[in-house]
């Protein structure tokens, strides 16, 4: 009885020090249908990929030392709706360490991502739905999506690639790329801007708009067909893209537009 008591003190105090001293957090939750995820962080790299569980996992690491007090984790879920929201010491911030600290989501293929990195990058792959994606001083870099997009970086570039019902792009300071492949379609209004950027887009030959691209120092190159009205000028382009749609604007303070088109792969192509 006495060995046993001692051993399970032994083990208690073995599991503390661990828990202390864990290098990573690890958590999954089950779904049942669609998930809701929400992620927030003062810092760090925000990573999203998908798997083929129904569930949601999280891993939370620093890249060449422990977690410890520098980082604290709070998490909450409500059936489909997973919230997790990781805070990062000043003193990591003040040491330029911030970015060592990774938060990886993985989650269905289907999912609706609310996604704040702070001061971090924001890295997705491979998920469609419903996506929102914002960060304050970092690149967002999401590719093979599906759905509404609307991201959004006060310092930093934007490099998207996916089939889009809804695509807004924001950066106050940074250059926009966007692969649009076929069977986009706008659902709504869809805005790329940057304050302080060039922009380079890549659409289908069949997306139908109603196009507005501006730049107040830059010019402007089209390999789409745009059937144009008003002032055409090196820094304004108006009029309408296979019979026009909803609007689709584009717009960058300072840097030049290319709009190219993405041609449609055929049987046997091997692309």
């Known amino acids: 009885m006495r060995h046993t008591m001692i051993t399970a003190i032994i083990c208690l105090l073995l599991c503390t020090v661990a828990t202390a001293g864990d290098d990573q957090w690890q958590k999954n939750y089950s779904v049942t249908g669609k998930p809701q995820v929400s992620v927030r962080t003062n810092d760090g790299v925000v990573q999203v990929s998908t798997w083929p569980r129904k569930e949601v996992g999280f ?5 060449g030392g422990t977690l ?15 919230s997790v929201t ?19 989501a993985m989650v269905p293929a289907e999912a609706d991502l609310d996604l ?8 997705i792959n491979n998920v469609a ?15 093979e999506l599906g759905g ?6 006060t310092n930093g570039n934007i490099q998207v690639r996916g089939r889009f019902d809804v695509l807004v792009l924001k950066t106050n300071d940074g250059q926009i790329k966007a692969e649009v492949a076929a ?10 801007n940057t304050s302080d950027g060039g922009v380079r887009l890549r659409l289908p030959n069949e997306l139908s708009a109603e196009l507005d691209a501006r730049t107040s120092n830059g010019h402007i190159i089209s390999e789409i067909p745009v059937a144009t009205s008003g002032v055409v000028s090196e820094h304004h382009l108006h009029g309408t893209i296979n019979g026009g749609g909803l609007p689709f604007e584009i717009h960058t303070g300072n840097g030049s537009i290319q709009i190219s088109r993405i041609e449609a792969k055929t049987a046997g192509s091997g692309n």
């Open 86 to 104: 990781v805070h990062i010491s000043r003193f990591l911030a003040s040491v330029n360490l911030a970015r060592s600290i990774s938060i990886q």
């Open 183 to 192: 069977g986009s379609r706008l659902a709504s209004a869809w805005s790329v």
């Open 68 to 82: 410890g007090k520098n980082v604290r984790i709070e998490q909450s879920a409500e059936g489909n709706r997973i």
């Open 59 to 63: 891993i939370v690491s620093r890249k």
């Open 129 to 143: 739905g419903n996506l929102r994606l914002q960060t304050s001083d970092g690149s967002i870099d999401a590719s």
């Open 148 to 153: 509404q997009l609307h991201a959004r970086t």
């Open 116 to 123: 704040d990195a702070g001061d971090g990058q924001i890295r």
